[in-house]
């Protein structure tokens, strides 16, 4: 069965973590690319090594709920300066607006409904990339989170450490 691509599929939806802030978006995603973001404030912002964008156009985008929170930035790599914007109740980065490109909104891949069809082309801020992210195609995958036995297991571990 084909699930459909957003170009196939609209609307396509998205929340936040908590579900206070949800968003349709009417129109496919703009045919720039899906982005890993590598600048360090997009490493600082999500807590992770990058940040992964789907560009859309701000007219097809409506938020419902509460409002969201907006911090403004001045690019650590950059003069550059963006919208932040993030659910104000649990802290979920939901969005950011370029202030050169209003007409964009670039979305937070990790808040979509569906990320089956998310594909990032290519990648920004190479050069403020954390070295070891070139060889995570490499690491094993585990299917779910580790072993709930396997960390109870490592509580008498660290103990006898924390003893040295």
Do not use: H
């Amino acid at each position: 069965m084909d699930r459909g691509t957003p170009t196939t599929r609209t609307p396509f939806t998205g929340a936040c973590l908590c579900g206070a802030v949800r968003y349709s978006v009417s129109a496919p995603p703009l045919p720039l690319s899906t982005t890993v973001c590598n600048c360090k404030d997009c490493q600082r912002s999500s807590g992770s090594a990058f940040s992964v964008v789907v560009p859309v156009r701000t007219a097809a985008l409506t938020v419902e709920g509460d409002a969201l929170a907006t911090f403004n930035t001045t690019g650590t790599d950059s003069d550059e300066v963006r919208d932040r914007k993030f659910c104000s109740t649990c802290g979920s980065q939901v969005l950011s607006v370029l202030a050169e490109a209003p007409e964009i909104t670039w979305l937070k891949a990790g808040t979509l409904d569906d990320t089956s069809w998310v594909t990032p082309t290519m990648q920004v801020w190479g050069e403020s990339a954390q070295p070891w992210t070139k060889k995570l195609i490499r690491r094993p995958r585990i299917k779910r989170g580790p072993p709930t036995a396997a960390l109870r297991l490592s509580r008498p571990l660290l103990k006898a450490l924390d003893r040295k």
